[in-house]
């Protein structure tokens, strides 16, 4: 009977508007900011920062992203990668050709441009929606990795096309270790994943919301559907350029345009699919069932059988139970691990009680 909202009265406006209503959200949201801020960097070593942490915060970033645009908004998209390589791109030019530039200012401006190029491809929504569009997003990955690498002033001439990201430095403090690395994008993901939250439940994320339920009745009553649907384009590939901005600079430090393929994208996608479409923490609890899976197999395979297989098989092996546990957890689950949690919760209301 810990987890009940009977007592806790609203007085304002403002209290009932809060982004966790209920004090056990609250608590439970601190507990888990200061477990993640104070304790991690204090006990995980630089495998479990570098290799997972990190990466698990960037893609939860670039999925929430795409949820923005597909799970709230309504509108299929296939080029994710290529929104995260516009921002990572851009982020390391404007680091290069202009002096002095904030390392804040410059992801900033590498999320503008992801958002600028997100608009011209999402154009295609006014006409077309459903698969037709995905589709259309889908030119959008092939044509923007094959610019990056067509036009090697993006990559600075390098005659291999890849880019190695300079030092972060906020402020005189060079961000070199994984602690420092995994708190800046752990301080960044949580800044933008609250702003997310906020706008969902904003008149913006409303109007996406009736646009992805009917948008012939969203236009009826007064939405205009040019701005919102490009709006949802644009917020969506900022996101993404954020993602692929940390993806260069505090996860590889070396990209290049292939790293952004075709695959990546369908990684984001089944993010959120796995963890939940049109959800916040769906985007969370996808990109870490995505990102820990593969190791988790990687290790079972290994310990049990690693030295019978033959060469490759092994790789083989845990991509064919990866996709095996996707598409038997979408036919358990279709509403994914975010619905999990929700249907916790509703449980712990009730309990003790049966009903």
């Known amino acids: 009977m810990l987890y009940r909202e009977a007592g806790q009265f609203k007085a304002s406006y403002q209290e009932d508007a809060q982004i966790f209503p209920i004090r056990q959200d609250r608590i439970g949201f601190i507990a888990l900011m200061a ?91 006014l006409r077309i929606k459903g ?106 590939s900022f996101y993404c350029g954020v993602a692929g901005a940390l993806y260069a600079y505090t996860y590889l430090g070396t990209v290049e345009p292939e790293g952004f393929n075709l695959d990546l994208s369908f990684r984001i996608l089944f993010m959120i699919i796995i963890g939940g479409v049109g959800s916040i923490m769906g985007s969370f609890l996808g990109a870490a069932f995505i990102v820990l899976l593969p190791i988790f197999l990687n290790v079972v395979l290994h310990s049990a059988v690693g030295a019978a297989l033959p060469p490759g098989f092994g790789s083989s092996l845990e991509l064919m139970i990866f996709g095996a546990l996707i598409i038997f957890f979408l036919i358990v689950e279709p509403h994914g691990m975010a619905r999990l949690w929700q249907i916790a919760k509703e449980k712990l209301r009730l309990w003790p009680f049966p009903h």
């Open 35 to 125: 477990f993640f801020f104070l304790v991690v960097p204090m006990v995980a070593d630089q495998y479990w920062l570098q290799a997972i942490l990190i990466p698990t915060l960037i893609f939860s970033l670039a999925a929430l992203g795409l949820n923005i645009l597909t799970g709230y908004a309504g509108q299929l998209s296939l080029g994710s990668a290529a929104f995260m390589a516009v921002g990572a791109f851009a982020t390391y030019n404007f680091m290069l050709r202009v002096d002095g530039i904030p390392f804040i200012v410059a992801v900033v401006l590498g999320g503008l441009c992801a958002a600028v190029v997100g608009i011209l491809f999402g154009l295609p929504s």
């Open 131 to 236: 698969f037709y569009l995905a589709v259309a997003t889908l030119a959008a990955q092939f044509f923007i990795v094959w610019a990056l690498v067509k036009f090697p002033w993006f990559s600075n001439y390098s005659s291999s096309g890849v880019i190695s990201a300079q030092e972060v430095n906020i402020l005189g403090y060079a961000f070199v270790t994984p602690e420092a690395k995994y708190l800046l994008t752990l301080v960044i993901v949580t800044v933008m994943a609250l702003i997310a939250k906020n706008m969902v439940r904003s008149t913006t994320g409303r109007k996406w919301m009736a646009v992805r339920d009917m948008d012939v009745a969203a236009e009826v009553i007064g939405i205009r559907l040019m701005r919102t649907k490009l709006q949802a384009f644009a917020v969506s």
